[in-house]
């Protein structure tokens, strides 16, 4: 057999298979974003579950009512370690998180839950000073929680404190959003910088001998998507907030699941200068480390350029690029053309050498 | 970065890829190992192949720390973090590898405590702050990261540390390759020569395999244009005719290497007679171990360890991927039985393994060679 043989081989069967899970315990790289966690949601998760609303696996459940109401449904739960870092907190993260799911399916978030795991021994002015974030960070955003949980657990059982978040949002009736719509010859939008929150927090670990001035990226992307879908439409075929996993891992399951090749260009990606020299000396590719600010737009060609230009005229999309194409070629796969002048291919990871940074 | 754009530069890459083309004889094939798990990973991640005629042919080498250590090694690694009382530190590559009785991770998942680290003074500052506990650093490298425990040794002398040892795997890069040069089923035209190491121990050890087996070697940096420098350099060496150890990686490598390093090297360790590889066996004086007056830092000496030789799986082939003798994509069990997620061989674990930057980067056609999209 040569070499191209066993290739499309291996695509086939990458293709083909759902992901299995092999594992006899959880360990972390279940955590990571990456296959092994695709392989305990779609292997173990969603059997158990499963239902017309959650088999699209997408960020957040779309509800129709009776009277043609749609609504958006999505839930995450935070368990990043140091609770604070530069450009955030936990409680930042925990009402973004869950505002940029219903965001980027669409729909214009309503209200949040926010359920509090605390740790025996937690001091209350340090969860006083999260409760405020949380509060403030809700305000800003302009979208209120609602209702909320606290419980408990012994000392060594959390890292302090653990929280979830769930939200609902309204879809405009007109929304069709998904990866079902990306089309051959479509264009790839990112709204900036990646990688920003997950060196952030890694730094803010403190356990490289790593300085230096990396912020997180966190923040709500309703308004650059409000703006984004008032700007293009039905144009906009498909958003996704690169977290987990970053922006190569969005891309291979926007690729997966629409069936279409994904092409990208190095250069075009933006990498802030000290992320890109903290991920040098750690081996890390910016590729696959968490953003929590950021948007992937997938629109029609004709609308490339106003999308592009909406996207830079709002705060949060100022350093917005056109990375890439949709493609016929290689279902399934993303490709990178590289600063280099040579292509590779850009895969999920199995799981992440990082464990928990978001 | 000014350092990184620099060094990645398209367009020089065009015009030094023009240069190696007009050195290729057409129909003739250059066959070039290049030794280290970084260049290899380097290669892939910058598409570098693309840039080549089809008549250069990268053959992978055994210079990936994470692949040449055996299953019995890491059985004995898991068996030290299933101790009570342990805490066992490692770096993250290491977690993923398969043992007899699976990962690091997997005896994480059962209850050891096994913690990630950078670098082993972070162990050691481990073993500071729990002084009840024995902290153990699981010790992997080259050369290129000997130094470093070596300090970390010296280190853990003065402090007078009593609940710290460490796990030495560290390994040497030349005596694997006089078991290559050996091997009669190989036919390799030249050597790119991993640079990190050589910051260490420098160009000199590499002469053998110009003066001895005639093949010429380029010690080479890890940014993409310095690989294709290192191949330009190697095929004006084959087609002038000369075999010399060149270094291409002048800003850092220098003949003699760096004194320092060897001496704390030299200091705590010593070579061991012999030590197992994985799918290479044992390769007399090829890795090093805790000298005896740092004995009460050896985790070897400190623990019961199993110590027993486990065999590869039977369908393993990375034996013959670290010797270049098969390509990651000629292995049976490539893609099919052995994934990232579900590795049965190293090299698909570490990042500079050959079957994982093949498998995670590399699944694509050379240019040359691809349908037009
Ligand atoms: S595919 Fe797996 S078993 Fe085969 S050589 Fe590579 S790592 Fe080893």
Redesign the interface.
């Known amino acids: 057999m040569d ?2 043989e ?2 499309e ?3 086939a ?2 293709q083909r298979a759902s992901r299995r899970l ?8 279940h955590g990571a974003g990456g ?2 966690s695709q ?1 305990l949601v779609e292997a173990l998760l969603l059997p158990a579950l499963r239902n017309s609303l959650l088999e699209p696996l997408a960020d957040a459940a779309i509800l129709e009512l009776e009277d043609g109401t749609q609504l958006a449904f999505s839930t995450d739960s935070y368990v990043v370690k140091p609770l604070s870092f530069p450009g955030g907190d936990i409680a930042r993260l925990a009402v973004h998180g869950t505002i940029n799911d219903l965001a980027v399916s669409g729909a214009q978030p309503l209200a949040l839950s926010a359920g509090l795991i605390l740790e025996e021994g937690l001091a209350v002015a340090e969860l006083a000073r999260y409760v405020a974030s949380l509060g403030e960070t809700a305000r800003e955003a302009g979208v209120p929680i609602a209702t909320g949980d606290t419980k408990v657990v012994e000392r060594g059982k959390a890292d302090g404190l653990y929280i979830s978040t769930s939200g609902i949002g309204l879809v405009a009736a007109s929304s069709k959003l998904g990866a079902q719509e990306i089309r051959s010859g479509d264009r790839v939008l990112l709204s900036g910088t990646i990688g920003d929150h997950g060196m952030a927090v890694l730094v803010a670990r403190g ?3 790593l300085e230096g001035a990396i912020e997180s990226d966190t923040a709500p992307l309703h308004g650059l998507v409000a703006a984004l879908l008032a700007a293009c439409g039905a144009a906009v075929h498909c958003m996704r907030d690169p977290t987990r996993g970053g922006v190569a891992t969005a891309l291979n399951e926007l690729a997966r699941a629409s069936r279409t090749g994904i092409v990208i260009d190095e ?1 075009a990606i933006p990498v802030a ?1 000290t992320v ?2 903290a991920c ?1 000396i ?2 890390i ?1 910016p590729l696959y480390v968490a953003n929590e600010g950021k948007l992937i737009a997938i629109v029609g060609p004709e609308v490339a350029e106003v999308a592009l230009a909406t996207m830079r005229a709002h705060p949060l999309g100022r350093e917005a690029t056109l990375i890439g194409e949709i ?1 016929e ?1 290689r279902p399934g796969m993303v ?13 999920t ?3 992440d ?3 928990r940074i978001c | ?1 000014k350092h ?2 620099e060094y ?3 367009e020089i ?2 015009g030094l ?1 023009e240069r190696i083309a007009a050195l290729v004889e057409p129909g003739s094939s250059y066959k070039l190992m290049e030794i280290c798990g970084g260049h290899t990973h380097a290669i ?8 080549l005629p089809a008549e250069v042919q990268l053959v992978h080498g055994p210079g990936c720390p994470v692949c040449v250590i055996p299953m019995g090694r890491q059985d004995d690694a898991i068996a030290i973090a299933e101790q009570d009382g342990v805490i066992f530190t490692t770096f ?2 290491m ?2 590898v398969p043992a007899t009785n ?1 990962s690091l ?2 005896a ?3 209850g050891a405590d096994v913690r ?4 082993p003074l ?1 162990a050691l500052r481990l073993a500071r702050e729990n002084p009840d506990r024995q902290v153990v650093f699981f010790a992997i490298g080259f050369e290129t990261t000997a130094p470093s425990t070596a300090l970390t040794l010296l280190r853990a002398g003065a402090e007078g540390a009593n609940n710290f040892s460490i796990f030495c795997n560290h390994v040497l890069v030349p005596p694997p390759l006089r078991a290559i040069l050996d091997a009669p089923d190989l036919q390799l035209d030249g050597f790119i020569g991993p640079g990190h190491v050589s910051t260490v121990i420098g160009t000199q050890p590499y002469e053998f395999i110009a003066s001895e087996y005639r093949k010429p070697v380029v010690v080479a940096g890890f940014e ?2 310095d690989v294709l420098q290192s191949i330009y350099m190697l095929l004006r060496q084959l087609t002038e005719g000369r075999c010399e150890v060149e270094n291409q990686y002048v800003r850092v490598v220098r003949r003699e290497g760096n004194e320092r390093a060897l001496a704390v090297i030299e200091e705590t360790m010593e070579v061991r007679d012999t030590f197992e590889w994985r799918g290479l066996g044992f390769i007399e004086r090829s890795a090093l171990g805790v000298r005896e007056r740092w004995g009460q830092f050896d985790a070897e000496r400190r623990f019961e360890l199993p110590g027993t030789r486990v065999a590869d799986p039977p369908a393993c082939q990375c034996g013959e991927v670290l010797r270049g003798a098969l ?1 990651p ?2 292995c049976k069990v ?3 039985a052995c ?4 590795p049965i061989g190293t090299c698909m674990v570490s ?1 500079e393994g050959a079957c994982a930057a093949y ?7 050379r ?1 040359s060679e691809r349908t037009p ?1």
């Not at chain 2, 990630?116 to 670098?119: A, G, I, R, T």
């Not at chain 2, 498998?359 to 056609?365: D, H, K, M, T, V």
């Open positions: 070499e191209r066993v290739l081989r291996i695509e069967r990458r092999l594992d006899e315990r959880i360990t972390l790289a296959r092994s392989a356990e490289l001998e250069s200068a890109a020299g040098e750690l081996g590719d493609r070629e490709i990178l053309d590289t600063t280099f002048g040579g292509s590779r291919v850009v895969d990871l199995a799981g050498p990082l464990p | 970065m990184l754009s990645r530069s398209g890459a065009a890829a892939y991640r910058h598409g570098i192949e693309d840039l993250a590559d977690l993923r699976g991770l997997d994480k998942a059962r990630m680290v950078y670098s972070d993409p244009l390509r994509w000629e490539f893609g099919t994934t990232p997620e579900r990042s498998y995670n980067y590399g699944r694509l056609e240019r999209a």
